[in-house]
């Protein structure tokens, strides 16, 4: 029964390739979020739907494109990847309540990309 | 960038409450104080969160100073498995964004 669940758990790839990650949640949350942890455990957002609506995006390469074909998933298609993409990301999901606040989240398990 | 301060890490003898301090002193009215922890190598997990009143939940309780500029989590009773490293953020509506600092690593020890 896990909430949010994520695949491929580790991936391995070389530069120059596309991958894509996918995440889906059974919580009925109407918002997810991309984040990627990278070598120093720093936790960044890049990323959130709600609804399938793009509501944040930082600043992050063109090369990553969230795509949300319903709102119990979000995946992320990046291409062309890089040394540097080497991190581990975590999807989460929240529920927006009355008032607007979402920060309750709830993270999925990461998938830990390695790019050679 | 994180509007929080924690101390980097933190020993705790198991069986013993652990009190993991947070300064946020640049916090305004609408943001609450939310407590995230990391065991390693999974997800982030929700704790706890509040605006001005203590809090307390099957996982722990949150104190908040009344000027709100700093706020303690307990765990009552640690274990081994509440090693982690324990995340304070500030958040308000800003469509649920979530900056982390860089926690307080916590190790409960035999």
């Known amino acids: 029964d896990t909430a949010v669940s994520q695949t491929p758990k580790y991936l391995v790839t070389q530069m120059g390739n596309d991958k894509s990650i996918k995440c889906e949640q059974n919580?009925?949350?109407?918002?997810m979020y991309w984040y990627k942890q990278d070598s120093k455990k720093f936790l960044k957002i890049m990323f959130s739907?709600?609804?399938?609506?793009?509501?944040i995006n930082e600043t992050v390469p063109n090369r990553f494109s969230p795509k949300s074909p319903d709102k119990a998933h979000l995946n992320l298609h990046i291409n062309s990847l890089e040394l540097g993409d080497s991190a581990v990301y975590f999807c989460?999901?929240?529920?927006?309540?009355?008032?607007?606040?979402?920060?309750?989240?709830?993270f999925g398990p990461g998938t830990r990309l390695l790019v050679l | 960038d994180a509007k929080t301060t924690q101390p980097p890490s933190m020993d705790c003898a198991e069986g013993r409450a652990a009190n993991l301090p947070c300064n946020h002193s640049?916090?305004?009215?609408?943001?609450?104080v939310y407590w995230y922890r990391q065991i390693h190598s999974q997800g982030p997990q929700y704790i706890i969160h509040g605006l001005k009143n203590n809090e307390t939940n099957e996982m722990a309780s949150l104190i908040i100073t009344e000027d709100r500029k700093s706020s303690t989590l307990i765990l009552p009773h640690a274990t081994l498995r509440d090693t982690a490293v324990y995340y304070c953020i500030v958040a308000g509506n800003q469509g649920g964004k979530l900056i982390f600092g860089q926690g307080t690593e916590l190790s409960v020890k035999p």
């Open positions: 989460a999901s929240s529920q927006e309540r009355p008032s607007g606040r979402k920060e309750t989240q709830y």
């Open positions: 739907y709600n609804n399938k609506e793009l509501i």
């Open positions: 640049t916090i305004s009215g609408n943001e609450y």
């Open positions: 919580l009925g949350h109407d918002t």
